[in-house]
């Protein structure tokens, strides 16, 4: 069963057609990933996703319902999280506040005590956010000061603040660029952990064929503002129109 679907999906800027006709969809506790070369129309494509842009022509639904006119915030509480190529997190803050600041549903202007679905005292947060951090492995870290962590310990509390919003889909936005080989290792095996122990669907844009191989279970490849192929990893890799778009230098990753 689709949990996202993309309809028909065009977008223009001035003379620039961003988005020709899109049309995928992601099943439901999948890894899907989306890649293209710079200028393929990605970044727009997610930002179609999340709120932030409206399409020209055509329809976003989630879970069988449209996400177009919605606010980011609103997208957020039906149970789309995103995670932004550099990590947005509260450097003032704590590891610990930080998740559990993410916790609280901004709505109306005011902030609300629903977490996963039903009203939970401070302790009771703090404990989900504890656990969380225990599952990312930066519970040893918890009363840190967010400022002075790692590139990929960010990304890792990153992930951790969606996950304590119990999302349902999670969007991750180059989620290893700037990374060293290293640290992109380790966020390929927390993903792989995410998976295993939470059913969140996953859509990845990225650059590095390393992580999209080693995690996506089918891949959309866009050129010129259109899909052009959608498979499975180990049918991307041959295919002569990905080749001449985009991966022929990756061959052998």
């Known amino acids: 069963m689709a949990i996202l679907e993309v309809r028909n999906v065009s977008k223009r800027f001035g003379g ?34 999340v709120g932030r842009l409206m399409p020209d022509t055509g329809t ?25 190529q ?22 109306d202007g005011a902030f609300s005590f629903n977490l996963f679905g039903r009203v939970k005292k401070e302790t009771e947060i703090r404990d989900t956010a504890e656990k969380i951090l225990h599952d990312v492995g930066l519970k040893e870290q918890l009363t840190h000061s967010a ?23 999670l969007l991750l936005d180059e989620p290893t660029a700037g990374m060293a080989r290293a640290d992109t290792n380790a966020t390929i095996d927390l993903l792989k952990e995410i998976s295993a122990t939470h059913n969140i669907t996953k859509v990845i844009i990225e ?29 991307i890799k041959g295919n002569p129109k990905v080749k001449e778009a985009y991966l022929g230098e990756a061959e052998g990753e």
């Not at 003032?92 to 549903?105: H, Y």
């Open 16 to 49: 620039l057609q961003a988005l020709d006709d899109v049309n995928l969809s992601v099943e439901e506790g999948s890894i899907h990933a989306i890649i293209g070369p710079n200028g393929a129309g990605k970044s727009t494509l997610l930002n179609c996703f």
């Open 60 to 84: 976003v639904l989630f879970q069988g319902k449209s996400l177009l006119g919605k606010k980011p915030h609103e997208i957020n509480q039906l149970g789309v999280s995103r995670v932004f």
């Open 86 to 107: 550099t990590p947005e997190i509260f450097t003032d803050l704590t590891i610990l506040e930080n998740v559990m600041i993410a916790a609280f549903a901004k709505r």
């Open 147 to 169: 400022s002075a962590m790692s590139r990929g310990d960010k990304r890792r509390l990153e992930l951790a603040m969606c996950l304590s919003q119990d999302p349902k889909l």
């Open 207 to 235: 650059h590095d064929m390393h992580v999209v191989f080693s995690l996506a279970d089918k891949i959309s490849v866009l050129a010129q503002g259109t899909v052009i192929v959608e498979d499975k990893p180990e049918n």
